[in-house]
Structures are given as C-alpha cells and as structure tokens.
C-alpha cells in the first residue's frame, strides 16, 4: 500500500485568450509549480506524460525544471480524451514501481498561436490516430464542433433533446466559473435566454455557448507514491481508481463507425471496472469533473459513466443534480466551457482541490471526486 498513487502536487499559470509567451514556457511554468505546490525537488522527476498533440518537448522540459534522469515517457493520443488517461499511465507507472515521481502537463496557446476550433487546412498525419478526419474533410466536417455534432446528433435525436435541454449545462457552468477567480469567465454568468440567442456554430445543434472555450495556459500534476507524499507539503489526494477502455471502432472525437451511438461503449466499461477497483461508483462521488468541450457530451457521460439511465440525462439535469447543491456537482471551477480549455487538465486539478478543500466553489465534505474524460475515468479520495 506504501506505493499507492497518489496526486502530491498541482500546478497551472494564468488562463487567457493571449499568455504573451512560448508554450514551453507554460509548459516549464506549470510543471515548476506543481513542484513547488507539492514541496518536491524537481531534480527527482523520474517520469513524464503528456498529449500527443503537445508541442512541448521532454528534453527542454527536463532542461528547465532541472529533471536529471527520465525512466518513462508517453504521449497520449486521442485529443482531450488523453486527459484523464494521463492519470490512468501514471498510477501505473507510480503502482508498478518503475517510478516513483511522474509529472504530467498540457501547454496551449490555442487561442493566440493557433485557433483550436476553426477549420484545418491540412490533415497532419501525426495529430490523430484514425483515419476519420479524411472522411470527414470532402463532406466539409473540418472543426470539433461538426464532428460533435455528427458523433451526438443519433443521441439527442433518439431522446428528444433540445437545446433548452442543452443549454441548461452551459447555465450551471457559466454560473460556476462566475463565482471562481480562476475561470476566464468569472463574473460572467448566463441565462437560459442568453444561450438562446448565441449565434449557431452547427445547427440544428450547437450555438456559441454549447461550446468549450480557446484558451491559452497551462497545467502541471505531480503523482508519486503514498509514502513519498509523506515528507511533502500538500495533503496527498489518492488515486482510489483509473480505467481506460478503448472499444472496437472508437475514434477520437468521433464515434460515427462504432455501432449505438445512443450511448458510450467506452464509458459504460470503464464504469464496470472503476467500480470495482475503487470500491466505488462514479454516481457515489461527492464531486463530477466531466469532460465537456461540448455539451452533449454531459449528457452522454452521465449516461454511460452510470449516474442516470439511458435517455434520462436531459431530466436528471432539469431537475437540478448538477447544481453546487445537488447529488452531483459538476465542475464547480466552471469547466471547460467556464474556466478554461486546457485539454481537460485544468479539471482534474480542480477535483484536486475539492479533496484538498481549497476550491472557490467548495462542496463541503468532498471526499471523493469523479474525473472522467469518455474513454477514462479516475476516482480521487482522501
């Protein structure tokens, strides 16, 4: 049990549409602050996970922190679903004892270097790791929004889901990242109404305010052992579970060949096994960090992450489980569409500092929290 997994440290630099400098730097600037959150040497550093889409690379990170030997490196494939799934690779990495300090990061200025969302002009062969996006380009589905929209429009079709419905995510979230210092969007709550009348991105299915934001910034975890967390500064938050469940079929942000897209094949396996690792459900958590780079996706995950029935998701949010208040909070930093877009990393340090009990939007008594990223799910306890 000493070797159990734990997240010793946090760290992540200012979230804006303009950071001013490299993103390795961010890079460099959220993985020092993880170190210096968690009380670590950074000279110990003995692994490194990141996306497959980050440009940061593991030599100048090492040059910059002052890391000294490396003993295992990955870069994870599949867009923001590698969120989660980094703190799947480091509780093995940490478990198995091939390391003892693993530090995972995501640098961006996706907003100011490069626009994440707009149409691509070329497809880089070695940005994904499917073949989906050469089916899409002819048909003219070159951004995340239209690929969202045809992986979920079977979803919502089948259960009756209007954009109400969806705009009722966008509202809890937006009211979230309101009231948190953090979120780029903090005083700037929004209405039902306010949703509404946000221009079309996709019809007939999302609008501006069903989408995720371009955020430049970074973030930085340090996970290491129970025992080494000991001697540290912060109050370690274990790793009670992670899974990864990669079904037949999936592709990264499109599901369009998998077979039901009424419902997450990837999800609903990974919600067996967590289960029965962490010795508890996902719906039992005190706090939910779901993934939502765009808002049908909550509706999906809770879904296949067992919080609700198979189409029930719509009413489970309309009769206010989502709330701060609620049986599930979700994302009280205001999620991806409130805080900030950093591939998802910028959850998982929020459900970080729920356990801690240092949030903004504190849940009082959180125990536990649920990180799921579709493909991953992780249950974080103290």
């Known amino acids: 049990m000493s070797?159990?997994?734990?997240?010793?440290?946090?760290?992540?630099?200012?979230?804006?549409?303009?950071?001013?400098?490299s993103e390795q730097q961010l890079a460099a600037e959220c993985v020092t602050?993880?170190?210096?959150?968690?009380?670590?040497?950074?000279?110990?550093?003995?692994?490194?996970?990141?996306?497959?889409?980050?440009?940061?690379?593991?030599?100048?990170?090492?040059?910059?922190t002052?890391?000294?030997?490396?003993?295992?490196?990955?870069?994870?494939?599949?867009?923001?679903?590698?969120?989660?799934?980094?703190?799947?690779?480091?509780?093995?990495?940490?478990?198995?004892?091939?390391?003892?300090?693993?530090?995972?990061?995501?640098?961006?200025?996706?907003?100011?270097?490069?626009?994440?969302?707009?149409?691509?002009?070329?497809?880089?062969?070695?940005?994904?790791?499917?073949?989906?996006m050469e089916w899409c380009f002819p048909f003219g589905a070159q951004t995340p929004?239209?690929?969202?929209?045809?992986?979920?429009g079977t979803y919502l079709d089948t259960f009756g889901v209007t954009t109400e419905d969806l705009g009722r995510i966008a509202v809890i979230l937006r009211q979230n990242a309101a009231?948190?210092?953090?979120?780029?969007?903090?005083?700037?709550?929004?209405?039902?109404?306010?949703?509404?009348?946000?221009?079309?991105?996709?019809?007939?299915?999302?609008?501006?305010l069903d989408c995720c934001q371009e955020s430049d910034g970074g973030v930085a975890l340090l996970v290491t052992t129970?025992?080494?967390?000991?001697?540290?500064?912060?109050?370690?938050?274990k790793v009670l579970g992670a899974e990864y469940a990669f079904c037949f079929n999936h592709e990264i942000i499109s599901d369009f060949y998998e077979g039901d897209l009424t419902r997450l094949a990837n999800s609903e396996a990974v919600t067996r096994r967590l289960t029965a690792s962490a010795g508890i459900a996902p719906r039992d958590t005190d706090v939910?960090?779901?993934?939502?780079?765009f808002t049908p996706q909550i509706l999906r995950q809770l879904e296949g992450f067992g919080y609700c029935?198979?189409?029930?998701?719509?009413?489970?949010?309309?009769?206010?489980?989502?709330?701060?208040?609620?049986?599930?909070?979700?994302?009280p930093n205001g999620g991806l569409l409130g805080e900030a877009y950093i591939h998802g990393m910028n959850n998982i340090t929020e459900g970080v500092r729920q356990l801690r009990g240092t949030a903004s939007n504190q849940i009082a008594g959180a125990s536990t929290a649920f990180l799921a990223s579709g493909v991953a799910g992780a249950i974080l306890g103290v």
């Not at 997994?5 to 400098?21: H, L, M, P, Y």
């Not at 295992?72 to 679903?81: H, I």
């Not at 929004?190 to 019809?203: A, C, F, G, Y």
């Not at 939910?288 to 780079?293: G, Q, V």
């Open 3 to 21: 070797r159990k997994a734990v997240i010793a440290g946090i760290g992540q630099t200012e979230f804006s549409k303009k950071s001013g400098r």
């Open 33 to 64: 602050a993880a170190c210096v959150d968690a009380g670590f040497d950074p000279r110990q550093i003995d692994g490194m996970i990141t996306f497959a889409l980050d440009h940061s690379d593991e030599v100048d990170v090492m040059r910059s």
């Open 66 to 132: 002052g890391a000294q030997e490396v003993k295992y490196s990955v870069r994870l494939p599949q867009g923001g679903a590698a969120s989660v799934t980094t703190v799947v690779h480091a509780r093995n990495a940490v478990e198995s004892g091939m390391c003892d300090a693993v530090v995972i990061w995501r640098a961006m200025n996706e907003r100011s270097q490069y626009r994440f969302g707009q149409p691509s002009q070329t497809i880089d062969p070695d940005a994904h790791s499917s073949t989906f």
């Open 145 to 152: 929004a239209a690929w969202e929209v045809l992986s979920c």
């Open 179 to 208: 009231t948190n210092p953090l979120a780029q969007f903090y005083g700037r709550p929004i209405t039902l109404d306010d949703h509404q009348q946000s221009r079309w991105i996709v019809k007939p299915w999302l609008r501006l």
């Open 226 to 237: 129970e025992e080494r967390a000991r001697d540290l500064r912060q109050k370690p938050v």
């Open 288 to 293: 939910a960090m779901i993934y939502d780079n």
């Open 309 to 331: 029935g198979r189409g029930e998701a719509k009413e489970y949010v309309a009769d206010g489980h989502l709330a701060l208040d609620g049986k599930t909070p979700l994302s």
